[in-house]
């Protein structure tokens, strides 16, 4: 969903005001997305979302129904993943640690 951020796009004042707004919000979202995943309850609702939204499986289905349902979470959880990789990275590795026993952090620096 997208917003409208500024009414006159050719006042300064308001591009200006939109953009510190914009820094702001991305800021905040950082900071809340790091608090939260900083408690090992929060990072275990993460990963409840993440499975649920199958962002480590494929979402394709034999009923194209199922699928385009399946695709929808997907998309989310592949975004909230693609997030904590950027924002909080050594909370996502810690998250995957504490519950996924299969996985093994990339010692070498390579991928999440």
């Not at 289905?61 to 199922?66: C, E, F, G, I, S």
């Amino acid at each position: 969903m997208s917003r409208v951020l500024v009414r006159n796009a050719g006042d300064p004042e308001q591009v200006r005001a939109a953009e510190t707004r914009e820094v702001i919000e991305r800021r905040q979202a950082r900071e809340d997305l790091r608090a939260v995943m900083a408690t090992p309850a929060g990072r275990r609702v993460i990963w409840r979302i993440l499975n649920r939204g199958q962002a480590y499986v494929s979402a394709y289905r034999t009923d194209a129904r199922d699928t385009a349902r399946a695709l929808g979470w997907s998309e989310h959880a592949v975004m909230l993943r693609e997030d904590l990789i950027a924002h909080c990275l050594d909370l996502y590795v810690q998250m995957r640690v504490e519950n996924d026993p299969e996985y093994e952090p990339d010692t070498t620096g390579d991928t999440p």
